[in-house]
């Protein structure tokens, strides 16, 4: 079992700060319904979004990119070749890339399958929630479509398992966030219950994830400073008027992150 370390705001400034200064590109190869929100996201933050997912233009784009994120929410044939051949230019190129395993597990072969397809081509980071997590460890988990039903504590082990295996870096997001390389683990507490009620805040997160490990030599550190800025900003979101309200309020703390106490 690695060793948890709960995330100090002091060492997520930084990598906050880098992206608003390099302004990275990410490729987004991501679900219909999120897309809008997660290019505001970006932007939000000071990254720069694209969604390139022709599989004509996927591998010519990747080397334009400065990171890339596979979001399989609403895979189709058509998508799945091109998040293939984006990760195989990515994995040859040596650049990183998020992996976003929405939804998996043995109700949904099909991208499960494509899934574990991709966690071969050696994924920077792969972020999800803890049914999604488990799940790609062949573990037991329970979740109502994309949400997930099972705690994040319970999918650390799977997670560690996963990471060490893969060679790669595992968020698992939900009340309280783990990050962990196998080895060293951060925790990241915190955030609001209305992160769970605006539809793709989850998918965004990985969007900032790959914005983040993009800017910095240290992706573990700099996945759960990511973390670190949606939790809080979630926090600091206006709650009072509603959950269009608070959406946007959202994108709002997010842009503003380090004008102010955070």
């Known amino acids: 079992m690695s060793v948890v370390k709960p995330l100090q705001a002091a060492q997520a400034i930084p990598f906050i700060k880098r992206v608003k200064d390099q302004c990275p590109l990410v490729h987004c190869i991501t679900n219909d319904v999120v897309q809008n929100f997660t290019a505001n996201v970006l932007l939000a933050i000071g990254a720069s979004p694209a969604m390139v997912i022709a599989e004509q233009e996927v591998t010519a784009f990747v080397n334009v990119a400065n990171s890339l994120l596979v979001n399989i929410g609403t895979i189709n044939n058509n998508t799945a070749k091109s998040m293939l051949l984006a990760a195989t230019e990515t994995q040859k190129n040596q650049l990183p890339w998020v992996l976003d395993p929405v939804a998996v597990g043995s109700a949904l072969i099909y991208r499960s399958e494509i899934a574990h397809q991709l966690l071969l081509l050696k994924p920077t980071v792969v972020r999800g929630n803890a049914s999604e997590i488990l799940a790609l460890g062949g573990q037991n988990s329970s979740?109502?479509?994309?949400?997930?039903?099972?705690?994040?504590?319970?999918?650390?082990?799977?997670?560690?398992?996963?990471?060490?295996?893969?060679?790669?870096?595992?968020?698992?997001?939900?009340d309280v966030d783990y990050v962990t390389d196998g080895h060293n683990t951060y925790s990241i507490?915190?955030?609001?219950?209305?992160?769970?009620?605006?539809?793709?805040?989850?998918?965004?997160?990985?969007?900032?994830?790959?914005?983040?490990?993009?800017?910095?030599?240290?992706?573990?550190?700099?996945?759960?400073?990511?973390?670190?800025?949606?939790?809080?900003?979630?926090?600091?979101?206006?709650?009072?008027?509603?959950?269009?309200?608070?959406?946007?309020?959202?994108?709002?703390?997010?842009?503003?992150?380090?004008?102010?106490?955070?």
């Open 143 to 174: 979740s109502k479509g994309p949400d997930s039903q099972d705690s994040t504590e319970s999918a650390l082990n799977a997670a560690n398992l996963l990471a060490q295996k893969y060679q790669t870096i595992i968020a698992i997001t939900g």
């Open 189 to 262: 507490a915190g955030g609001d219950i209305n992160l769970t009620k605006v539809t793709g805040t989850g998918c965004s997160l990985s969007a900032m994830v790959a914005a983040f490990i993009a800017v910095s030599t240290d992706a573990l550190l700099a996945t759960a400073s990511a973390c670190y800025m949606m939790k809080r900003a979630g926090e600091l979101a206006n709650k009072q008027q509603g959950l269009g309200t608070y959406a946007v309020s959202l994108l709002d703390q997010l842009s503003l992150f380090g004008d102010s106490h955070q």
